[in-house]
């Protein structure tokens, strides 16, 4: 694990955050605009130095009490909003001063990072000629090359317009799936933190409002994020079987399987799925002469209101009726949960169609397949 406190004041601005973050996967600092997400990077990476601050990744404690290891002696990779490639060199000599940066023993060799992020074909090009999202591709592998012992990425993809973002996401969900390094991903933007995270630190005005891994975050009735309007859950399982006639796959997950379009083999390999709160409709019996094809069993949580007078009621379901099933959320109208009669503990029957599950984490040979289905969506 890795274990972060930093207090201290810059300029006006009162920081006064602690946290862990995950020794292997992907740690999101998530919160509004200036509530210190980049200071707090700064920080872990030496750049910013405040006096009561601790920092252990691992075995290693690079700032605790007067200890203080200075930047040039920490193994951490940068990745920040826009890309600074060095402009005279190609993008091979790029890499390969990431490589000659190196510290410690080698965590990730050339040949699986250039493979990882699709980086061979831009090999001899300069710099200047690549796009933002190719740009930010040849950064982050040589970010990687220098075989940081800590990945931190500042806004990754915020510099980018949407199509190029689409377009680096798969490459981030490869590695993310591929790599055991630690990676700090500062994010505002919730859709990349739902595809890339397992951990979500939510900071509020310097300070730690929650931690946790994602799922349960996002579906916490105390926390903000359940009132979002674009409200999705995170669930992540094993492809089971793929029926490549009709293009689909199944994914089992704790309490239930999911039909999702896209043949996503290989069985066995784990899979994440986005279930739009919206796209989620209960009923208590399994529906007939339909077309949708997941009607799973669930129980109900609880259900909250949204605020301000919304008609719309926010229901925290678990798959199947034993425990430990995924958490699924739904958003439907409260005139629905009025009508119907639903109570919590109540067992219902979760509809969620196939064509509403975008974006589960592909390996990159699934990704064309999968944005076929997307394109024909209802
Ligand atoms: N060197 C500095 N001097 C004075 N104030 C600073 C300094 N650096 C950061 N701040 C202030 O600290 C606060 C937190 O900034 P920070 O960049 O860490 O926020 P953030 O959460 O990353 O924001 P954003 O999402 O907009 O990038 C802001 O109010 C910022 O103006």
Redesign the pocket.
Known sequence: MIHASFKGR????VLDAEFEALGHGVTALF?P???????VLRCMAGLTRLPDGQLTVGAKTWQAGRKFTPIHRRAVGYVFQEASLFAHLSVRDNLCYGLKRAKGPLRVGEEEVVSLLGIAPLFERPTATLSGGERQRVAIGRALLSQPELLLMD?PLSALDRLSREEILPYLERLHARLEMPVIL?S?DMTEVERLADRLVL?ERGRVRAEGPLAPMLADPDLPLIHRPDLASVLEGEVVAVDDAYGLSQIAVPGGVIVVPGRLGPAGARRRMRIPAADVSLGRNPPSDTTILNALPATILSAEPEPNGSPLITVRLKLGRETGGALLLARISRKSWDSLGFAPGEPIVARLKATSLSHPSTSMETAPDWQEDDDVRD
């Open positions: 810059i300029g006006g601005f919160g605009s200036g509530c210190g997400k980049t200071t806004e500062v505002h900071m």
